[in-house]
Each structure stands twice: as structure tokens, then as C-alpha cells.
């Protein structure tokens, strides 16, 4: 299943699933990144780290590591 770290600037979709480390994964579902919700990928800052995502008109910034556990 593709990840949210496989997209590009202007992606947006729907989240599907939550996957990796149990903290992550709390930490991701306390900012709203949870199955259902739509996320946009709204850039990325230089050398590709960290991914620039909004989530219910909040911005957030994503290490690649904690992107790969968001499945879309």
C-alpha cells in the first residue's frame, strides 16, 4: 500500500490506515492524522525532510520515517 512519503507536493487524499511503531502511531492519531481524514501534501522543505502536510486546516511537519507509517 503507497504512503503519504511516496507523494509529491499538491497529493491530496484520504488516509487509510495508521502502520509502525505504536508511539508513532499515537503521536500521529493525537494531531488528527487518523483513518478517514483527508491529508494534502503541501510541500517539501530542501533535501526532502521534513514533509509539510495539512490535516483539517492544521499544518504539520513530517519526519519521511513518520510519513511511511501513514497509508493512503
Known amino acids: 500500500m503507497q504512503t503519504i512519503a511516496d507523494t509529491k507536493p499538491g497529493f491530496s ?4 490506515n495508521l502502520k ?18 483527508t491529508i ?11 514533509l509539510l502536510v ?3 486546516g492544521t499544518h504539520i511537519a513530517l519526519r519521511r520515517s513518520e510519513a511511511r507509517c501513514i497509508q493512503i
Open 13 to 16: 487524499g484520504t488516509i487509510a
Open 20 to 37: 509502525g511503531d505504536a508511539h508513532i502511531v499515537e503521536r500521529l492519531a493525537e494531531l488528527g492524522l487518523v483513518p478517514g481524514n
Open 40 to 50: 494534502r501534501v503541501t510541500g517539501v522543505v530542501t533535501f526532502g525532510e521534513p
Open 54 to 56: 495539512e490535516v483539517k
